[in-house]
T-cell receptor, first 115, second 112 residues
Framework: SAVISQKPSRDICQRGTSLTIQCQVDSQVTMMFWYRQQPGQSLTLIATANQGSEATYESGFVIDKFPISRPNLTFSTLTVSNMSPEDSSIYLC????????????FGPGTRLTVL | GQQLNQSPQSMFIQEGEDVSMNCTSSSIFNTWLWYKQDPGEGPVLLIA?????ELTSNGRLTAQFGITRKDSFLNISASIPSDVGIYFC????????????FGKGTLLTVNP
């Protein structure tokens, strides 16, 4: 497994502002992922962020709204841009480990509330 | 897209009872994962399954990868109060696609 930390753990933001969420891993990993979990819901993949390439976004998520950086093998950021109350969610990063990289471990999440 | 049907949605049981929950898919998965999420926390991996028919245990937890590769179940034996939480199944279809598809979760409540 891996030790994954996220900053901030929670935040309350005003409509129209942007928030950057950081994800730090204690070992080098190729595959990192960003998920959104809306209140009372399951997890939805926003994008895959592999080092050395552009992030790959899932249907319904766009780079202008959720820009992602992956500067090295232990770190990634997700920015939630021009926020609205509908963006209030838990944002989670995960890393893919194992022989096939298909076992994902999650960070503790960032709880975002947009007023 | 792929969908996972997870059932039951919620369960209320007495401490000491056994629990079973399952996920079914409309398509084949090559990997099944089971997670537990406590309030305010990220999901924690409980069991990972990689082969059809595989049966894996982790303490009081047992999970199986269905032979058809379209289903998986998780059993918890002799439940205790700290088993309370939301349990999610997740599947990966395989190849170069590492995307996980998640079930909607099973909320487990254990009455002491």
């Amino acid at each position: 497994s891996a030790v994954i930390s996220q900053k901030p753990s929670r935040d309350i933001c005003q409509r129209g502002t942007s928030l950057t969420i950081q994800c730090q891993v204690d070992s080098q990993v190729t595959m990192m992922f960003w998920y959104r979990q809306q209140p009372g819901q399951s997890l939805t993949l926003i994008a895959t962020a592999n080092q050395g390439s552009e992030a790959t976004y899932e249907s319904g998520f766009v780079i202008d709204k959720f820009p992602i950086s992956r500067p090295n093998l232990t770190f990634s950021t997700l920015t939630v841009s021009n926020m609205s109350p509908e963006d209030s969610s838990i944002y989670l990063c995960s890393v893919g480990l194992g022989l096939k990289g298909d076992t994902q471990y999650f960070g503790p999440g960032t709880r975002l509330t947009v007023l | 897209g792929q969908q996972l049907n997870q059932s039951p949605q919620s369960m209320f049981i007495q401490e000491g009872e056994d629990v079973s929950m399952n996920c079914t898919s409309s398509s084949i998965f090559n990997t099944w994962l089971w997670y537990k999420q406590d309030p305010g926390e990220g999901p924690v991996l409980l069991i990972a399954l990689y082969k059809a028919g595989e049966l894996t245990s982790n303490g009081r937890l047992t999970a199986q990868f269905g032979i058809t590769r379209k289903d998986s179940f998780l059993n918890i034996s002799a439940s205790i109060p700290s088993d309370v939480g939301i349990y999610f199944c997740a599947g990966r279809s395989g190849g170069s696609n590492y995307k996980l598809t998640f079930g909607k979760g099973t909320l487990l409540t254990v009455n002491p």
